[in-house]
Every structure is written in C-alpha cells, then in structure tokens.
C-alpha cells in the first residue's frame, strides 16, 4: 500500500495513473481517451522488479492491456536493467531500457541501457524498430561498439518474447 498518492493524477491535477492490475480501469481510460486525440501514443510505464531481467506475468499482462486500450509504443522503466522486447499485435513493448542517465553501479547489468528508435508511418504504423545497446559512462548513455554490441545483442535476444536483434 503506498502511503501517499500527491503524485496522483486527477481530472485538473497533472501527475501520473498506477500501472498496477488495481489501476486498470483508470489506465485503459486514460489511453482510450488521449489515444482519441493523437496519432501515435507512446506509454512510459514504471514497472517491474528491480534488478531482474525477468518479465512478470503482471507486466505482460498490463502491456496486453495498454495495447489493448490504445497505446502504440509501451516503454518500461524501473528494474535498473535491460529487459526483453515483445511485439503483441504488431505493436512493441519494452518491457525495460535499463537504465539510461545513471551513476556508474557496482552491478555491471546496471550498467547497461538499450536507446529505441521506432519509426511509423503517416497513418501511425510501426514500420521500423531499431534498438542501439550502450553502456551508461560517466552518467549519460553511450553506444556498444563491436563484440561487446555483439554479446549484448545476444544477452538481450535471450530476455525477448518474440523478438529478435540483428
């Protein structure tokens, strides 16, 4: 139970909507009604355990959910690491980046990030993904370069649902 709610969005109150399955209702509502009024909509999401490459069942079945609603593009943060990519009905979900502007962590997964760039086209669909590895050096995110891109790729090909790097 969280204590405190301030940070709660409300009608005339910005703030942010939980991603839990008790906030469901609210979060389908939320991307129904702005999915109305953009043509492509990208959902950051704070989710998952922290330090765990693993993809819950609850995080796949709110990611569902949100696609389900509306929502184009479903970015994950939270658990400090990289974590799988899924496509669910030809839309992707990144269940974590990792993290990207961090201190340098004792954790070498930590350590990591994956930068995505999606491209859609004019009627809002996806067409491209392309996601660049990196390490996080002196605070800011920085590309992997050679076998060191190479291996992440595979670490990270190992995390995905049903996608795959080149």
Same mark, same amino acid.
């Given at each position: 139970m969280v204590p405190s709610v301030d940070w709660?969005? @409300?009608?005339?109150?910005?703030?942010i909507v939980g991603a839990y399955k008790v906030h469901e209702k609210e979060f389908?509502? $939320?991307?129904? =009604? &702005?999915?109305?009024? +953009? =043509?492509?909509l990208v959902v950051s999401v704070h989710w998952g355990q922290e330090?765990?490459?693993?993809?819950?069942?609850?995080?796949?079945?709110? @990611?569902? +959910? *949100?696609?389900? $609603?509306? $929502? =184009?593009?479903?970015? @994950?943060?939270?658990?400090?690491?990289?974590?799988?990519?899924?496509?669910?009905?030809?839309?992707?979900?990144f269940y974590s980046l990792g993290n990207f502007i961090f201190t340098k962590s004792r954790i070498?997964?930590?350590?990591?990030?994956?930068? $995505?760039?999606?491209?859609? =086209?004019?009627e809002g669909n996806i067409i491209d993904i392309n996601v660049i590895p990196g390490n &996080?050096?002196?605070?800011?995110?920085?590309? *992997?370069?050679d076998a060191e891109r190479d291996s992440f790729i595979r670490h990270l090909n190992s995390l995905c649902v049903n996608y795959a790097l080149d």
């Open positions: 709660y969005a @409300g009608k005339n109150k910005p703030g389908v509502k $939320a991307i129904q =009604d &702005i999915k109305k009024i +953009c =043509d492509v330090s765990s490459t693993i993809i819950r069942e609850e995080e796949q079945y709110i @990611g569902h +959910c *949100m696609i389900d $609603a509306g $929502a =184009d593009i479903i970015m @994950g943060h939270h658990p400090h690491v990289v974590q799988g990519i899924e496509i669910y009905k030809g839309k992707p979900i070498e997964l930590n350590n990591k990030t994956i930068m $995505a760039n999606v491209t859609v =086209d004019k &996080i050096i002196n605070g800011k995110p920085t590309p *992997m370069e």
